[in-house]
Each structure stands twice: as structure tokens, then as C-alpha cells.
């Protein structure tokens, strides 16, 4: 590998479409994204529940379910993850890239140490280690997302949640990937411990040079840790930038929404929503004529209704909304 060009991009995914089959007809959750993280970059996805955050997420390893298809490109440290060889995507799950699934803590075995669960990735990729090896492995594992070597020795059910998605983390890195994928890894933890686990991720990704794409439906929790950030709405990006522009600058009216610049409406649903915005994200199934946003977009005219907006090139960065450039 050379040290330029794509060779440091770790994951590069073009247009891509993942489309569910449903006995309600076709469900296109992700319709067209383009994605790229480096070595060294931290790069965030916004967006509210059912945007296709996760639905993108599972492409990266080509672990979308069997009825989904998917079209447009996902590469992997320069190999297209969708077509490639079974064996070839064996190999790169774990030791290329992992993944930190979403409500991942709740899937550790209660019955195991989670020493033993963190050595196992490792066992299948490097069958030759011995015990001790595995153990040494474990340990240092261990140190590296702040935990005491000997928590091994522990059960799930005696750890905190946020110790739980250290060891998740740790599982994670186990088996010393190039790409880490953590879709929403702080969501189920309070605000301290949310921090706690952010920071943590910023300092492995210097300190190990590896790429992470995290996942939040939560923009705020995106802003601190990213280099960039990009925005999905009904399956498309709707606005990307660097964290700062996205989050002090939003331009489309969804991310001005999720950064809270929006005053509160007064009704009591959109109190539990991002930004005081009513409603929910559309169907992906019966999706509004136009702009997907338009519906509930505080700044909605008529023309927005006739189609859906391009990415385009505003205050030069790209933006999905026809009236973004306006005053
Ligand atoms: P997010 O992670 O942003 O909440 P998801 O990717 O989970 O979004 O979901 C995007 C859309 O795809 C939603 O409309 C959801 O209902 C639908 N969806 C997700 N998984 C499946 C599936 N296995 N089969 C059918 N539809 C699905
Ligand atoms: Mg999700």
C-alpha cells in the first residue's frame, strides 16, 4: 500500500442503496450515500431513528440481512466488501474492520467471562497463539479502554454499563482492525459516562492510527469527537461538512433542526424530539413527492415540493435543501 491516495481510505462507499423487501412492497432505506473515512479520522452519521443509519452500518461488512439489496460500492481497505470472496470478507471481518453494533451491551453472554468473550475473535483469527498469548493479549486489551487486567475475570452482569461498552470496544480492537464502526456506542449510557466513552474513542483512534465511523442520532454527541460529519435524512445525506461548520454553520433546515437552532414548538410530542421538531421521519415506502424534509421543515415553500433537492455546493460544502443558499 502507498501512503497516498486510496490507499488511506479505509472505507469508501459510493452511492450506495440498500433497498429491504417487505410484504409492504420495497423499503428503500438507504438511497444513494457517498462516504469516505481516512486513517486518523473520526467520521460521524446524524440523523434520527429510521434515517437507514444502521441499515448503512451493515454494509460495511456485507452483514445486511438476506432481504436486503444492495447496489453502489463499498470498499474496505480498497476491496469491494459486496462482491468479494467469502473467504476474503472472513478475513477482513474483525482483523480489517469491526464493528460495534448498536445496543451491542446487551449482547454479551451473561454466562462467560468477559475475558473469554474478548479472546475469542482473536482464537479464530490467530488459531496458532497459545493460552498465554490470548491472555497477554486480553490484558493489554483491557488496559487500552481503561479497565483493570482483571476484569477478565468478570461477568457482564458485574460490570456498569459503561464498562460494558469497554470490553465491547475492546472486543472490538482485538483483533488490531484498520476500521472501527461504532453505531450509536453511547446511547444507552448517561451524559458522564457518555463522555467518558467518547474520549476514549478519540484517543484510540490517535493513538492506534485506525479510522472510526460513529453513529448518533444525537448531533451534539457527534460535534466534540469528529472531523466531519454527515447527515442523513430518509436515506440520503442531506448536508456533510466538517463537525464545526456542520454543527456552528447547519445550512439544510434537518441539521439546523437536530443542533437545536430551532425554537421549541409548543406541542408536547416534538418536546421528545430533536430540536423541538414534530413528527417522525417518513415511511421509506411512501416517501413525500420532493424533498423527504419538506412535510416538516420550518422553512417549506411550494418548489420544494416538486423535487428532491440534489446535494449542491453551498458556501462550499454540499447541502440538500433548494433554499439553503438564501438568506
Ligand atoms: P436508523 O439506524 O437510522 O434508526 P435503520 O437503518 O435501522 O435506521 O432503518 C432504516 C429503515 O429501514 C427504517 O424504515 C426501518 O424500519 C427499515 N428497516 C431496518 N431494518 C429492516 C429490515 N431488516 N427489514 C425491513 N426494513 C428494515
Ligand atoms: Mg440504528
Not at 465491547?168 to 482492525?177: H, K, Q, T, V
Not at 420532493?290 to 420550518?298: E, L, T, V
Request: glycine content about 10%; aromatic content about 4%; overall charge negative.
Amino acid at each position: 500500500m502507498t501512503e497516498t491516495g486510496a490507499a488511506t481510505e479505509l472505507l469508501a462507499m459510493r452511492d450506495v442503496r440498500v433497498t429491504y423487501q417487505t410484504s409492504e412492497g420495497p423499503l428503500p432505506a438507504v438511497r444513494g450515500v457517498d462516504l469516505v473515512v481516512r486513517r486518523g479520522e473520526v467520521v460521524g452519521v446524524a440523523g434520527e431513528s429510521g434515517c437507514g443509519k444502521s441499515t448503512l452500518v451493515s454494509t460495511v461488512l456485507r452483514l445486511q440481512p438476506k432481504d436486503a439489496e444492495v447496489e453502489g460500492a463499498v470498499e474496505v481497505l480498497g476491496d469491494d466488501v459486496q462482491t468479494m470472496k467469502w473467504g476474503d470478507l472472513r478475513a477482513l471481518r474483525w482483523a480489517g474492520a469491526s464493528i460495534v453494533f448498536q445496543g451491542a451491551l446487551h449482547s454479551l453472554n451473561p454466562v462467560q467471562r468477559v475475558g473469554r468473550q474478548i479472546a475469542e475473535p482473536i482464537g479464530v483469527h490467530e488459531p496458532g497463539l497459545s493460552t498465554d498469548a490470548v491472555d497477554r493479549r486480553v490484558s493489554e486489551l483491557l488496559e487500552q479502554v481503561g479497565l483493570s487486567a482483571s476484569r477478565a475475570r468478570s461477568y457482564p452482569h458485574q460490570l456498569s454499563g459503561g464498562q460494558k461498552q469497554r470490553v465491547m470496544i475492546a472486543m472490538a480492537l482485538a483483533c488490531r482492525p484498520q476500521l472501527i464502526v461504532a453505531d450509536e456506542p453511547t446511547t444507552a449510557l448517561d451524559v458522564m459516562v457518555q463522555a467518558q466513552i467518547l474520549d476514549l474513542l478519540r484517543a484510540l483512534v490517535r493513538d492506534l492510527d485506525v479510522g472510526l465511523m460513529i453513529i448518533s442520532h444525537d448531533l451534539s454527541v457527534l460535534a466534540d469527537i469528529c472531523d466531519r460529519v454527515l447527515v442523513m435524512y430518509a436515506g440520503r445525506v442531506v448536508e456533510s461538512g466538517t463537525a464545526a461548520e456542520v454543527f456552528a454553520d447547519p445550512k439544510h433546515p434537518y441539521t439546523a433542526a437536530l443542533s437545536g437552532a430551532f425554537p421549541r414548538i409548543g406541542d408536547q410530542a416534538a418536546r421528545y424530539s430533536p430540536g423541538g421538531l414534530a413528527g417522525d421521519p417518513p415511511d421509506p415506502r411512501s416517501l413525500p413527492d420532493g424533498c423527504s424534509f419538506a412535510p416538516r421543515c420550518p422553512r417549506v415553500v411550494e418548489r420544494c415540493t416538486s423535487a428532491e433537492p440534489p446535494l449542491a455546493d453551498v458556501g462550499g460544502r454540499p447541502v440538500a435543501c433548494i433554499r439553503a443558499g438564501e438568506p
